[in-house]
């Protein structure tokens, strides 16, 4: 053998070794099969998720592995992957099934759970809580094949028709909205950490509106029943959108016209509106009360429509229970009815026995105090004190209010017994008629026997007359 032929000897053996060593390392990593700068991991996971042996493994992108297999293990399916350790994987990780096409290659992508730290040792195993699964095609395909078959043939063909038109030389708009949603989408993009926790939050408002779904459909038909209506009732919809232009002119126009002085109403609506508020519970009572009233009103009027009359019915009562005199004017100062001239006007005038006594209860002494529950009082002011002192017990003529009168015998009735030119005090007393008896303003008992006696008059007496003696 030549030297030359040892040579190419040579030269051939020292190409073939290169190039096995490089099919070897490159081509059929052999380094890696046998472990060397290879970091195996595991994965737990519910299902397959369509994943498959000699699937890629990839890291923000990039292929750094691939399955090596997919077995089923008690109660889980269990993938082991092995990725180059020069890819620097870092311990935050979570697994990621996806999917390249439609056709479902999927595909192991780590994704890291916030920076970056540590590194994913060899050996780890990831649990279910740390892997993310696809959504089965074959669930959707499902649930839409049975949305399609409960879908009416006539109403789609509807429902698109309707679209046509409603959509149909939009196109300028539908641009505008498509732009819009792209710059939605960039900027739920740039905050996707914030997108994302939204869509997770969203979750418990979806599982609300899946209990809700029997009054979701119980709406959804009552909005097509109120569809419906206004379909029926388009001419009326018509002339209101027509004439309602109109209108709010003419609206507005009253409300310009009313500027001047609606401040100054609402000012004082405010002010009616505390009062109100005070006495809130005496106008729910005159609202209660009022419409019975209004009720028996009419019942006594309808009662003898016939003959033209009312049917009413009166109990007069005269001194039975004797009336409360004590907080008034007394009998000696009280004006004559032949007295027309008109008097300065005396306040306080009411009875001002105790506020529990049996006589006048419903007098103002026991109005209810709306500001004050519980209290009673004729006023705001006495309310307000709540100092109210009875003047007495209502005996005869002890009660002293205002200046006395001027003439209080203007008739100069002369009583019976008495003389003329006699001095004295007029006063007022209870008799009975049968006796004529009665209690002076003195204390005593006197008996007078012509108290009570036919004395009236004819019809045609004078007023004096009348209101001494009576009327026949």
Partial sequence: MTRLVKIQLTVFAVVTVVALTVMAVVYLQLPRALGWKRTEVALEMPDTGGLYENANVAYLGNTIGRVDSVTLKPGMVMAKLHFDSRADVPENVRAEIRSVSAVGEQFVEFVPEGAPE????????????RVDMPQGIGPVLDQATVLMASIDDAKMRRVISESFDAFNGSARDLQQFLDSAQLLLEEARTNEDVTRRLIADAEPVLDSQLESADSIRAWTRNVADITDQLRGNEPQLTSIIQRGPDALGRATKLLNDLQPTLPVLVANLVSVGEVGVVYNRSIEQLLVIYPALVSALLTAIDGARDTGQIKVDFNLQINEPPPCTTGFLPAEDRRSPADLTVPAQINGIYCKIAKDSTMTVRGARNLPCMEFPGRTGASPEECRADDFVPQGINPP????????????NAWNVVPSGATAGQEGTTSAAVYDPSTGEYVGADGAAYRQLDLGADSRLDKDADLAAMMTNGVA
């Fill in 397 to 408: 003529n002890t009660s002293e209010v205002g200046p006395p009168g001027d003439n209080p």
């Fill in 118 to 129: 540590g590194r994913l040792a060899d050996g780890t195993v990831l649990g279910e809580d």
